[in-house]
């Protein structure tokens, strides 16, 4: 029963910024651990990272040292900031809470000069 509301995706140069927002509704957020997956025109969804419930952080490789994901438990949100994007960061970003079978719409992130 979760609705997961992602916004904040856009065009942006390489090596700029954007900050995407995932405002979470149905679930006690606090309770639940996050995640944000991106996924490319013809490949396959990937997770990006994630925070649990104690605001540990997870990162794949291709993301370390440069996005950083956190959570806000009184606004029931979940950020994904990126920086020093790539042309190779471009897909749809989604955010997804553990245990939910419910998906967003995405916000679509072009990375392109």
């Known amino acids: 029963q979760a609705r997961l509301v992602e916004s904040g995706g856009g065009l942006v140069q390489p090596g700029g910024s954007l900050r995407l927002s995932c405002v979470a509704s149905?679930?006690?957020?606090?309770?639940?651990?996050m995640a944000w997956y991106r996924q490319a025109p013809g490949k396959e969804r990937e997770l990006v990272a994630t925070?649990?419930?104690?605001?540990?952080?997870t990162y794949a490789e291709f993301v370390k040292d440069r996005f950083v994901i956190s959570r806000d438990n009184a606004k029931n949100t979940v950020y994904l900031q990126m920086n020093r994007l790539r042309p190779e960061d471009t897909a749809v970003y989604y955010c997804?809470?553990?245990?939910?079978?419910?998906w967003g719409q995405g916000t679509q992130v072009t990375v392109s000069s």
């Open positions: 997804h809470a553990y245990y939910t079978g419910n």
């Open positions: 149905g679930i006690s957020f606090s309770f639940y651990d």
């Open positions: 925070v649990n419930r104690d605001h540990s952080t």
